[in-house]
Protein backbone atom coordinates (compact mmCIF):
# COMPACT_ATOMS: atom_id res chain seq x y z
CA UNK A 1 0.00 0.00 0.00
CA UNK A 2 1.33 3.53 -0.67
CA UNK A 3 -0.08 5.95 1.19
CA UNK A 4 -0.39 9.69 -0.56
CA UNK A 5 -0.85 13.39 1.40
CA UNK A 6 -1.13 15.81 -0.66
CA UNK A 7 -0.42 19.92 0.38
CA UNK A 8 0.30 23.49 -0.90
CA UNK A 9 -2.88 24.36 -2.10
CA UNK A 10 -3.78 27.77 -1.94
CA UNK A 11 -5.84 30.72 -3.84
CA UNK A 12 -3.59 32.65 -6.31
CA UNK A 13 -4.16 35.45 -8.70
CA UNK A 14 -3.76 34.43 -12.65
CA UNK A 15 0.05 34.77 -13.20
CA UNK A 16 1.14 33.81 -10.42
CA UNK A 17 2.77 30.35 -8.91
CA UNK A 18 2.07 27.78 -6.29
CA UNK A 19 4.00 24.83 -5.75
CA UNK A 20 2.32 21.62 -4.31
CA UNK A 21 3.79 18.86 -2.48
CA UNK A 22 2.98 14.80 -2.03
CA UNK A 23 4.28 13.11 1.47
CA UNK A 24 4.49 9.51 0.59
CA UNK A 25 5.39 6.97 2.89
CA UNK A 26 9.20 5.61 3.77
CA UNK A 27 8.46 2.27 2.41
CA UNK A 28 7.43 3.07 -1.12
CA UNK A 29 9.70 1.57 -3.62
CA UNK A 30 11.98 3.26 -5.90
CA UNK A 31 9.90 1.56 -8.91
CA UNK A 32 7.09 3.44 -9.16
CA UNK A 33 4.91 5.98 -11.27
CA UNK A 34 2.91 8.98 -9.93
CA UNK A 35 1.24 11.41 -10.96
CA UNK A 36 -0.70 14.52 -10.42
CA UNK A 37 -4.28 15.24 -11.53
CA UNK A 38 -6.65 17.54 -11.31
CA UNK A 39 -11.01 17.81 -11.79
CA UNK A 40 -12.94 20.79 -11.63
CA UNK A 41 -16.43 21.01 -10.34
CA UNK A 42 -18.84 18.78 -13.74
CA UNK A 43 -15.14 17.97 -15.46
CA UNK A 44 -14.18 14.22 -15.31
CA UNK A 45 -10.65 14.27 -13.34
CA UNK A 46 -7.84 15.08 -15.73
CA UNK A 47 -3.96 13.92 -15.85
CA UNK A 48 -1.61 17.31 -15.63
CA UNK A 49 1.89 15.58 -15.24
CA UNK A 50 3.27 11.99 -14.70
CA UNK A 51 6.74 11.05 -13.64
CA UNK A 52 7.64 6.91 -15.04
CA UNK A 53 9.60 5.01 -12.90
CA UNK A 54 12.95 5.50 -14.89
CA UNK A 55 12.37 9.45 -14.09
CA UNK A 56 10.82 10.44 -17.57
CA UNK A 57 8.07 13.42 -17.59
CA UNK A 58 4.98 13.45 -19.37
CA UNK A 59 2.61 16.53 -19.21
CA UNK A 60 -0.57 17.49 -20.41
CA UNK A 61 -0.66 19.99 -23.37
CA UNK A 62 -2.23 22.59 -21.32
CA UNK A 63 0.49 22.73 -18.96
CA UNK A 64 3.30 22.61 -20.82
CA UNK A 65 6.07 24.81 -20.28
CA UNK A 66 4.11 26.19 -17.21
CA UNK A 67 4.01 23.48 -14.62
CA UNK A 68 7.06 20.90 -13.70
CA UNK A 69 7.09 17.61 -11.98
CA UNK A 70 9.88 16.15 -9.47
CA UNK A 71 10.65 13.52 -6.91
CA UNK A 72 12.79 13.96 -4.46
CA UNK A 73 12.88 9.99 -3.09
CA UNK A 74 15.31 11.25 -0.13
CA UNK A 75 12.39 13.55 1.16
CA UNK A 76 9.57 11.42 0.15
CA UNK A 77 7.87 13.91 -1.66
CA UNK A 78 6.56 14.52 -5.07
CA UNK A 79 6.36 18.11 -6.29
CA UNK A 80 4.28 20.11 -8.83
CA UNK A 81 5.88 23.40 -9.51
CA UNK A 82 3.31 25.44 -11.15
CA UNK A 83 4.14 29.15 -13.09
CA UNK A 84 1.60 31.32 -15.02
CA UNK A 85 -1.37 30.13 -13.45
CA UNK A 86 -4.73 30.58 -15.25
CA UNK A 87 -8.67 30.83 -13.84
CA UNK A 88 -8.67 27.40 -15.95
CA UNK A 89 -6.09 25.61 -13.61
CA UNK A 90 -8.57 26.06 -10.60
CA UNK A 91 -9.34 22.46 -9.95
CA UNK A 92 -9.12 20.04 -6.93
CA UNK A 93 -5.18 18.35 -7.40
CA UNK A 94 -4.28 14.68 -6.53
CA UNK A 95 -1.55 12.67 -6.39
CA UNK A 96 -1.35 9.10 -7.95
CA UNK A 97 0.86 6.00 -7.71
CA UNK A 98 1.19 2.92 -9.47
CA UNK A 99 3.61 0.82 -8.14
CA UNK A 100 6.23 -0.83 -10.62
CA UNK A 101 8.19 -0.58 -13.69
CA UNK A 102 6.19 1.85 -16.06
CA UNK A 103 6.16 4.03 -18.19
CA UNK A 104 4.54 7.95 -17.93
CA UNK A 105 0.78 7.64 -18.17
CA UNK A 106 -2.14 11.05 -17.68
CA UNK A 107 -4.74 8.06 -17.53
CA UNK A 108 -6.36 7.61 -14.13
CA UNK A 109 -7.65 4.32 -14.88
CA UNK A 110 -3.86 3.19 -14.85
CA UNK A 111 -2.93 4.43 -11.38
CA UNK A 112 -3.97 2.37 -7.78
CA UNK A 113 -2.95 4.73 -4.95
CA UNK A 114 -4.07 8.36 -5.06
CA UNK A 115 -4.52 10.93 -2.02
CA UNK A 116 -7.17 13.24 -0.64
CA UNK A 117 -6.79 16.14 -3.08
CA UNK A 118 -5.95 20.01 -2.16
CA UNK A 119 -7.52 22.43 -3.81
CA UNK A 120 -6.23 25.26 -5.86
CA UNK A 121 -8.11 28.21 -7.03
CA UNK A 122 -6.70 30.75 -9.66
CA UNK A 123 -8.65 34.28 -9.52
Known amino acids: HVQLVESGGGSVQAGGSLRLSCAFD????????MAWFRQAPGKEREGVAS???????IYANSVKGRFTISKDNAKNTLWLQMDSLKPEDTAMYYC??????????????????WGQGTQVTVS
Open 96 to 113: AARRGVWLGSLTASTYNY
Open 26 to 33: AYTPANVR
Open 51 to 57: LASDGSS
